[in-house]
């Protein structure tokens, strides 16, 4: 019977929840545990060991053994090599920041395993085991999908600029692709219309006047709910605003009260 962590995609957790969940060695990037029969497998960005990556849905892990040639018949290699056929379940997670293990799914093999050269931990170059991965039924939506790239910047942000800079010439030139769910609100075009209206043109919070036009002529303005409808805000005259791009977004990034309370007085007098 397969193993359920009962886990979503983007759950944080510590070392300690991995070993009571799963029951397994509190080390290692490959953690085999016999009484769940499961293989978890531990992709470090904070460490620069392996060449793990994303291409497209598939997920290349780089198997195990930091220093010299790797063998495919060597422990836990061996295990994720037979996991179509031995009835282990498979569960990548991610380290984006030390110690924290970010949940992506379930996985499985999904071609055979390939040899290619990497450095090891000495700056060696040396033979690895590469494994093919796809999540296995895992949705992932944008809102966790945009977190996860987020955690991720932040991490490259404590680096210094030479090493920043090393990773940005290691890096894929084509970027990986990824399919994700969004969850849009259906919102009332004539509630958009009225705000944009009774704007006539000006930023609601800065004062300015819309920086460029619509090919239609229209001063161009984007529509803003004070309380997110994600927060349970309404999507009404009562609770929406134009806003210049620049203005939108630091809403959606500060979210200031201040600003919040400027704008829902403004809304207040324009509809009183």
């Not at 290349?60 to 790797?70: A, F, N, R």
């Not at 791009?245 to 007098?269: A, G, R, T, V």
């Amino acid at each position: 019977m397969a193993f359920d962590p009962k886990l979503n995609y983007g759950d944080e957790l510590s070392n300690d929840n991995l070993r009571n969940i799963f029951k397994c060695s509190p080390q290692g990037g490959m953690r085999k545990s016999n009484k769940t029969n499961t293989l978890l497998l531990i992709s470090d960005n904070t460490q620069n060991y392996y060449n793990d990556r994303w291409d497209g849905d598939i997920f290349y892990y780089t198997g195990m053994g930091l220093e010299g040639d790797q063998s495919i018949t060597f422990m836990q290699n061996k295990t994720l090599a037979e996991s179509n056929i031995n009835g282990v379940d498979v569960f990548l997670f991610e380290v984006n920041s030390p110690r924290v293990y970010t949940f992506i799914g379930k996985v499985k093999l999904v071609g055979k395993p390939f040899k290619e050269n990497q450095p090891d931990k000495n700056n060696n170059l040396r033979s690895v085991w590469v494994f093919p991965l796809k999540l296995v039924n895992q949705i992932i939506t944008l809102d966790q999908f945009i977190k996860k790239q987020q955690l991720e910047e932040k991490k490259i942000k404590k680096l210094s600029l030479s090493e920043i800079l090393k990773k940005a010439k290691k890096a894929n030139k084509v970027p990986g692709k990824k399919e994700v769910i969004a969850k849009v609100y259906e919102r009332d075009p004539s509630i958009s219309a009225y705000v944009k209206f009774k704007a006539n043109g000006i930023c609601q919070l800065c004062g300015s006047p819309a920086p460029f036009k619509t090919l239609s002529n229209e001063p161009y303005l984007e529509v803003h709910h004070v309380i997110w409808l994600s927060q349970n805000g309404e999507d009404s005259i009562n609770n929406t605003t134009a806003l210049c791009p620049n203005c939108h977004k630091k809403m959606h990034i500060l979210n200031l009260e201040e600003d919040k309370n400027h704008l829902l007085k403004k809304i207040y007098s324009a509809n009183n």
